[in-house]
T-cell receptor, first 115, second 109 residues
Framework: GAVVSQHPSWVICKSGTSVKIECRSLDFQATTMFWYRQFPKQSLMLMATSNEGSKATYEQGVEKDKFLINHASLTLSTLTVTSAHPEDSSFYIC???????????FGPGTRLTVL | SQQGEEDPQALSIQEGENATMNCSYKTSINNLQWYRQNSGRGLVHLILIRSNEREKHSGRLRVTLDTSKKSSSLLITASRAADTASYFCATDRADKLIFGTGTRLQVFP
C-alpha cells in the first residue's frame, strides 16, 4: 500500500509555543488529507479535512485559528498547533486518501507533549 | 456525536479462542473499514467492506455488514497473543472516515 509519513514522530514543547507537524504522501499525490487527534485510551477524532490549494474544512468544535492547516502541495500538509497548552497534548495522526480507491493511508502519528 | 459505538469496550481471551467485536453506526455509509492499533502506534488497515457487501474474509478475519441494522462485526479466529491491540471500525461518509469508540483486545498466551 501507499506510504504516508509524519514528522516529527514526537515533540515536547513549552506552553505558549507553536508546533508544526508535517504529513507527506511519499508515493502518490493526495488532493485531500485528514488530521485526527487521539487522547489516551480514546478513539481518533477527525479534526479537519485538508484540501490542496484551498482552505481546510474544520469539524465542529475545532478552533481553526488554533490548529492551522496548510496543504500547499499534492504531497504535503502541515498542522500547526499555535500557542500550545498542556490540554493540547495528544497523539496527532494524518491520513491521505488513495486517489484511485476508497482506502485511506495513515501516517505513524506524532505525539505532542506540552509542558 | 457522529461517532460509532463499538462493543465490547474491552475483551480478554485466551490464545486459540475467537474474538468478536461489534460496531454500530448512525447514518448511511459508502463503506465500513476496520483498523488495528497497537498501543501508542499508528493504524493498520485490516479490511474494507462496501455497503453492498454482506460478508468479507481476509485470512483469520471475517467481517459482516448489516446496513438495515447499521451494524458490523469483526471476527478474529484462532487468536494469537500478537493480536493484542485496539480495534476500530470506521465509516466512510462523504469522503470522511468517522471512527468508532474502539475495542481493546487482550489475548493471553
Amino acid at each position: 500500500g501507499a506510504v504516508v509519513s509524519q514528522h516529527p514522530s514526537w515533540v515536547i514543547c513549552k506552553s505558549g509555543t507553536s508546533v508544526k507537524i508535517e504529513c507527506r504522501s511519499l508515493d502518490f499525490q493526495a488532493t485531500t488529507m485528514f488530521w485526527y487527534r487521539q487522547f489516551p485510551k480514546q478513539s481518533l477524532m477527525l479534526m479537519a479535512t485538508s484540501n490542496e490549494g484551498s482552505k481546510a474544512t474544520y469539524e465542529q468544535g475545532v478552533e481553526k485559528d488554533k490548529f492551522l492547516i496548510n496543504h500547499a502541495s499534492l504531497t504535503l500538509s502541515t498542522l500547526t498547533v499555535t500557542s500550545a497548552h498542556p490540554e493540547d497534548s495528544s497523539f496527532y495522526i494524518c491520513s491521505a486518501r488513495d486517489p484511485l480507491g476508497d482506502e485511506q493511508f495513515f501516517g505513524p502519528g506524532t505525539r505532542l507533549t506540552v509542558l | 456525536s457522529q461517532q460509532g459505538e463499538e462493543d465490547p469496550q474491552a475483551l480478554s481471551i485466551q490464545e486459540g479462542e475467537n474474538a468478536t467485536m461489534n460496531c454500530s453506526y448512525k447514518t448511511s455509509i459508502n463503506n465500513l473499514q476496520w483498523y488495528r492499533q497497537n498501543s501508542g502506534r499508528g493504524l493498520v488497515h485490516l479490511i474494507l467492506i462496501r455497503s453492498n457487501e454482506r460478508e468479507k474474509h481476509s485470512g483469520r478475519l471475517r467481517v459482516t455488514l448489516d446496513t438495515s441494522k447499521k451494524s458490523s462485526s469483526l471476527l478474529i479466529t484462532a487468536s494469537r497473543a500478537a493480536d493484542t491491540a485496539s480495534y476500530f471500525c470506521a465509516t466512510d461518509r462523504a469522503d470522511k472516515l468517522i471512527f468508532g469508540t474502539g475495542t481493546r483486545l487482550q489475548v493471553f498466551p
